[in-house]
RNA sequence: UCCCCGAUAGCUCAACUGGUAGAGCGAGCGGCUGUUAACCGCUAGGUUGUAGGUUCGAGUCCUACUCGGGGAGCCA
């Protein structure tokens, strides 16, 4: 091993001119008679080092040559400054030393699918996108404990074992706690209600388990969620705090992972935008945007962007078609061929979405006061509008039993959901909580449920109520709208989902 | 739970109205001194998800099952 300074990928820039070791595993290879392209990869970026004949013991450059993807190695070179690599510096390589050659990696540089993927979870986690987005979930996850820790909020751990219900009885998972049974979390609510009337500002992050039967892009029975709760707060209060709070988080990701959003692809003009205020609407106010006509305009419109989308996809497949026909090359056709595949499946997606367009104004045409708003309806609203939106005051019959009724309309709660914008829909829902004794009381019987086991939760309007109210955020799902990921399940790192769970 | 689509080489996909399976990537060998999912030549690799049925003949048609994808409802 030559005498050199051991240095990350991400330091290169520190070392232009100096002879580096980096140690890391092999990304990609190509090779061209007496020279090689090494993409490296150690875990904080990607690294071209260039190795040629002559500079380096023959032996040592017919092994390079070699070497399968993945395999792991110390490579040491003189770093330059160099426009067409990959983050804009690589190695002059002078000498490597193989650590553990890897034979038949199984994920090509070529397309795969996503069961395939999935299967191979551990090992696509090395993969350049899963890189990227697991950087910004680490970026995500700090920014949230930051704006809570200064901003004079204390963290509580509330339990996973839990033996009442938060929200929906049929979607709790139930687990066998010594003969009685008990249930996994899916919120730390009630029990952070009682820590904010000791502490103040509180707030608890850890993973919430449901077990809704929902197979989409947008669920996972196991995710990450982090609740604030606070004593003496109103409605105007916690969308405040929302909105500063998703601001932080979005602002935080912008300056620690332009790189990384840049490789997936995100829309970083829109990320920008991401300011208090965020656009405020009563759920009423939604009603009537939905049922009205610039739904009907805006759903129309859309549907015409999408024909003239099928259009210009189809003429493009036809067009391809004619070409594979002709005389060509072996490798002119299998572009083709790659490319259509591509097409055909933007035209599937396309025509998914042609078919739901009709069926998505009709339920939007219809909405009636009082029914929960829908998945379609929520990406509506949300595609409406370049910031997020916040939904507030929904019918009390469609929400939890804990919500504070609006004491000006008895028909509504002190509630609200956040919509990220562009159609990624809800990442947020909070609300005041009731803190009156007896309409707590009344609102528990009202949903059938069995005082007995609210008795704590009582007490806690019992001995000195406050106004209070706080919000949960779900992690991969603000991930996901950050990224650009179509797909919640990408950004985690093992995914847990209904009727399947990989490794 | 419901609706739609799919399953062909290790991977991603072809195979016109039923006529006996073909590419690329990956792997192996060779060539090429600036490649960007490099390129060029050669080699190996398949009881077409499972079980039945129709037919002279099934990857292709029918039935059931298994697995997967997309969407709906519900939600963060």
Not at 9 to 35: C, D, F, H, M, P
Not at 217 to 236: G, K, S
Request: proline fraction near 3%; charge should be negative.
């Amino acid at each position: 091993m030559p005498n050199s300074n051991k240095t990350y990928i991400s330091e290169l820039k520190n070392n232009v001119g100096g002879e580096v070791t980096l140690s890391g595993w092999l990304y990609q290879a190509r090779s061209s008679g007496k020279i090689q392209f090494l993409i490296v990869r150690d875990g904080t970026g990607l690294c071209q080092c260039v190795v040629e004949k002559g500079k380096i013991a023959n032996e040592l450059f017919e092994q390079l040559k070699h070497l399968g993807q993945e395999s792991s190695l110390t490579i040491t070179g003189t770093v330059r400054a160099e426009e067409r690599s990959v983050g804009g510096y690589e190695l002059a390589v002078t000498g490597a030393e193989i650590i553990s050659p890897a034979v038949d990696y199984p994920i090509t540089p070529k397309s795969h699918g996503i069961d395939f993927l999935l299967k191979n979870r551990h090992l696509h986690l090395r993969s350049q996108r899963q890189w990227c987005i697991g950087k910004i979930r680490h970026t995500v996850i700090d920014a949230i404990r930051r704006f809570f820790n200064d901003n004079g909020f204390t963290l509580i751990d509330t339990p996973i074992f839990t033996a009442a219900a938060g929200e929906e009885e049929q979607t709790l998972f139930e687990a066998d706690y010594f003969g009685t049974p008990m249930y996994l979390t899916q919120t730390g609510q009630l029990h952070l209600e009682a820590a904010a009337m000791s502490f103040g500002k509180v707030y608890c992050f850890g993973p919430t388990f449901r077990a809704e039967k929902s197979k989409t892009r947008r669920h996972l029975t196991e995710f990450w969620m982090v609740e604030p709760e606070v004593a003496f707060i109103d409605l105007a209060g916690l969308l405040e705090l929302a909105e500063n709070f998703v601001s932080f988080i979005v602002t935080h990701v912008l300056q620690n992972n332009k790189g990384e959003l840049e490789t997936l692809g995100a829309d970083i003009d829109t990320l920008e935008k991401t300011k208090p205020p965020f656009y405020r609407l009563t759920y009423t106010e939604a009603v009537d945007i939905l049922t009205g006509r610039k739904t009907q305009d805006f759903l129309a419109e859309q549907l015409k962007e999408l024909q003239s989308q099928k259009q210009q996809t189809e003429s493009k497949i036809a067009e391809l078609e004619k070409q594979q026909a002709g005389q060509l090359k072996q490798w002119q056709r299998d572009k083709i061929a790659a490319e259509l595949i591509e097409l055909r499946a933007d035209l599937a997606e396309t025509n998914t979405k042609i078919e739901n367009n009709p069926k998505h104004a009709k339920l939007a045409a219809e909405f009636q006061w009082g029914k929960d708003l829908g998945g379609s309806d929520e990406t509506i609203i949300s595609q409406m509008h370049d910031k997020p939106v916040f939904v507030t005051h929904y019918p009390k019959k469609a929400k939890a039993f804990y919500m504070k009724t609006d004491r000006d309309n008895d028909k509504v709660v002190l509630n609200f959901d956040l919509l990220a914008p562009a159609g990624f829909g809800e990442i947020i829902g909070g609300s005041a909580r009731e803190d009156d004794y007896d309409l707590l009381v009344k609102r528990i019987a009202e949903y059938g449920l069995d005082v007995e086991n609210y008795l704590w939760y009582l007490d806690l309007r019992k001995y000195g109520s406050v106004p209070h109210g706080g919000f949960g955020l779900g992690v991969e799902r603000t991930i996901a709208w950050l990224t650009g990921e179509k797909h919640i399940r990408q950004c985690i790192a093992f995914p847990r989902m209904m009727d399947k769970v990989y490794i």
